[in-house]
């Protein structure tokens, strides 16, 4: 079972709100990644982090901010909030073992930007 | 680069029907495969993998055979259930230790009884 939690799970906010998305992992994996997943499903990586200290943008443009301060913990921070900003967001963690890469999810946070 | 292709839903198929999902892969190398499943509201969780050719994994009835001649390592179950509608993600891993999975789009299946 995957040790990685989100929270809020669901989160309703008005336009212009800040706001801090939690993912906590407690397999010590270095690796940590932020999807946002469109309405299609399919998933779009807009933040990821190697390790303390290290954050880099995805493929995604976001106006999202990262930070990974311990290896444990990767929020998401949104400054001012919009309604284009509604979406489901992912947040996952990368291990390695017995010879191939696994990759472990949370259970996401709805966001909806009023 | 390292890319994979699945198919296109929405899948709707009544209950006990024959479901294939196909997913083609390109990547260097020999990475290992993956089918991912999200049940609504929820995250992704690992449904079964493969980590070399000809490999066969299953999982809750699923199967899926890792093809290299084909590159191919499409999802099939013999007999689908209500409780199995839910999106389907056919991933690889790249060569390198510790780098994310690369995913396909995601394949909704619906199922109705």
């Known amino acids: 079972e995957a040790d990685i939690y989100q929270t809020p799970r669901y989160l309703v906010i008005g336009t212009g709100k800040k706001i801090t998305l939690e993912c906590s992992q407690t397999m010590g994996h270095d690796k940590m990644y932020w999807y946002q997943q469109d309405p299609g499903m399919e998933l779009h990586l807009i933040h990821y982090?190697?390790?303390?200290?290290?954050?880099e943008k995805g493929d995604l443009s976001s106006e999202s901010t990262v930070s990974r301060i311990r290896t444990e913990h990767f929020p998401l921070t949104l400054e001012s909030a919009r309604p284009s900003h509604t979406s489901q967001y992912l947040c996952a963690s990368v291990g390695y073992s017995r010879s191939y890469n696994e990759q472990f999810f949370g259970p996401g946070t709805r966001l909806t930007v009023l | 680069g390292d890319s994979v292709t699945q198919m296109e839903g929405p899948v709707t198929l009544s209950e006990e029907a024959f479901l294939t999902i196909n997913c083609t892969y390109t990547?260097?190398?020999?990475?290992?495969l993956f089918w991912y499943v999200q049940y609504p509201g929820e995250g992704l969780q690992l449904l079964l993998k493969?980590?070399?050719?000809?490999d066969k994994g299953s999982n809750k009835g699923f199967e899926a055979t890792y093809r290299k001649e084909t590159t191919s390592f499409h999802l099939e179950k013999g007999s689908v259930q209500v409780s199995d509608s839910a999106v389907y993600f056919c991933a690889l891993s790249p060569n390198q230790a510790g780098t994310a999975l690369i995913f396909g789009k995601g394949t909704t299946l619906s199922v109705s009884s």
């Open positions: 990547a260097t190398g020999y990475p290992s």
């Open positions: 493969a980590t070399k050719a000809d």
């Open positions: 982090s190697y390790g303390v200290n290290s954050t």
